[in-house]
């Protein structure tokens, strides 16, 4: 079964508001990261975070990290069309190489 | 120009035959990975491979076959035992010590 679930499952905003996503998983990991894929297309990666960490910025991104709760959150500030596709999170288990467990998305829309 | 290539873009695969997925990278790096999605749904895990000449089943293996012979190449084939192949494919490498992956532009595979 899937590790992460991503909530909400969809999610549509007016261009230059900040959108919000979460993610929950179920065991122990090493690492959570963060993926974006355009309709039709390969994966994107986005932005990793470690188990030891907390918060993580990368441009408008934010990553939040809880491993208490076994959760995270990426938001994304001042959303613009471009924006508009479908968000990951992935749970690396550094046992033989780094398997990744994927959530099944959130599809965000930014309406201009 | 460095990445990951994947051909072809889509396939159609008949009643009882075999097909092959092509993955190429040129990235240099030692792991990669085959992953299977369903519409609206996150990425599965069918092989992965950290070093030539080995290779490990993922979650769903079951119906799929893969090569590793040579660095670069790791394709993957579609048996006849796939009872539901009909799906977006995607490969992606990593270096072996590091977690993030790097993803192909995926094949989407179609039954006639």
């Known amino acids: 079964s899937q590790q992460g679930e991503e909530d909400p499952q969809a999610l549509s905003i007016q261009e230059g508001e900040n959108a919000t996503m979460n993610c929950s998983y179920k065991t122990s990991i090493n690492n959570l990261q963060w993926y974006r894929q355009n309709s039709g297309r390969g994966l994107v990666h986005l932005i990793l975070?470690?188990?030891?960490?907390r918060e993580k910025h990368s441009g408008r991104l934010r990553v939040t990290l809880d491993t208490s709760k076994k959760s995270s959150s990426l938001l994304i500030t001042a959303s613009r069309a471009a924006d508009t596709a479908s968000y990951f999170c992935a749970t690396g288990l550094m046992e033989y190489g780094n398997k990744l467990v994927f959530g099944a998305g959130t599809i965000l829309r930014v309406k201009s | 120009d460095g990445g990951i290539t994947q051909s072809p873009k889509y396939l159609f695969r008949k009643e009882g035959q075999n097909v092959t997925l092509s993955c190429e990278q040129n990235l240099n790096h030692d792991a990669m990975y085959w992953y299977r999605q369903d519409p609206g749904q996150g990425l599965r895990l069918i092989y992965y491979s950290q070093i030539v000449n080995d290779f490990q089943k993922g979650d769903i293996a079951e119906g799929y076959s893969v090569s590793r012979e040579k660095k670069e190449s790791f394709p993957l084939t579609v048996t006849s035992a796939q009872k539901n192949p009909t799906a977006f494919y995607l490969c992606?490498?990593?270096?072996?010590?590091?977690?993030?992956?790097?993803f192909g532009p995926g094949t989407r595979l179609l039954v006639l």
């Open positions: 975070i470690r188990s030891n960490e």
């Open positions: 992606a490498s990593s270096i072996v010590s590091q977690e993030t992956q790097y």
